[in-house]
């Protein structure tokens, strides 16, 4: 991106790699600072300053120093003068699901984490908290910075969040139908014979497959969308087809 012209802050949200130090002062990258480890790598830098974000464990238990250690982290990384201080943030867990009393835990856990660096007299441009569920389900947790990751791409991050955003999906995957088979009721479809026709019925296969990307557990509840209508898999996914149910539906396929 630095190659291509791109200016702009590029923050890299991965774990922080310290035998890459150099590469991201030079182009000007902001790292994911998430452990006692990684300050004491950035101590022995020798250089420009580099931007980082420091990340707090709250509840998410992935990346992050464990809140109860929180004080004595950013203490240690006020004293470091190979670095800038730009952001500090943590991560939800549960913040897209119904209750919200977790979610809540966390973020009281993250206001004493931002209270504790006043408290160090240490000022950060960002402070963030939310992710996807939490925009639209902990209005509080909004800081002065959010991050946005499934809504970008237009879709919901679970069932359980308010859904008046007028959002649209920013892309499709979609497959031919190579094949139509007129079936009896009680046929076997695809691997272990899991599924059975209920009645007589027509099957379209599909070209797409596990191996294309499409998990094989949709099997169980997942369906195949043509022309605004769902049509039910039917039996395992196969590694690089799968069949539905189509029914009476006018359907052709790809000859």
């Known amino acids: 991106m630095r190659d291509a012209g791109i200016k702009t802050d590029i923050f890299i949200y991965a774990k922080f790699d310290p035998s890459r130090i ?46 109860e250690q929180a004080e004595a982290f950013l203490q240690e990384a006020n004293q470091l003068d190979t670095i800038e201080l730009e952001g500090l943030y943590s991560h939800f867990a549960t913040a897209d699901e119904g209750d919200l009393s977790y979610a809540n835990s966390q973020l009281s856990k993250f206001n004493d984490v931002v209270e504790i660096s006043k408290k160090l007299d240490m000022s950060f441009d960002f402070v963030h908290c939310s992710n996807s569920g939490a925009i639209l389900n902990v209005q509080d947790s909004r800081f002065n910075m959010v991050r946005t990751g499934m809504l970008l791409y237009g879709a ?23 094949e139509i088979r007129d079936v009896k009721a009680g046929t076997q479809i695809s691997y272990g014979g899991v599924y059975k026709t209920k009645s007589d019925t027509r099957i379209a296969v599909i070209q797409a497959g596990f191996a294309d990307g499409v998990p094989r557990p949709w099997y169980i509840d997942g369906f195949v969308k043509f022309q605004n209508q769902d049509f039910k898999i039917t039996g395992r996914i196969c590694m690089d087809q799968l069949m539905i149910d189509i029914g009476s539906a006018d359907i052709k396929y790809r000859r």
């Open 22 to 67: 150099d590469e991201a002062s030079k182009y000007n990258l902001t790292l994911n600072i998430s452990s006692f480890d990684d300050l004491k790598a950035l101590k022995a830098h020798v250089g420009n300053t580099v931007k980082v974000h420091l990340k707090i464990d709250t509840g998410m238990t992935r990346l992050g120093v464990p809140f």
């Open 156 to 178: 919901f991050p679970s069932d359980e969040v308010p859904q008046k955003l007028p959002i649209k999906p920013v892309m499709t995957f979609t497959a031919p139908v190579v």
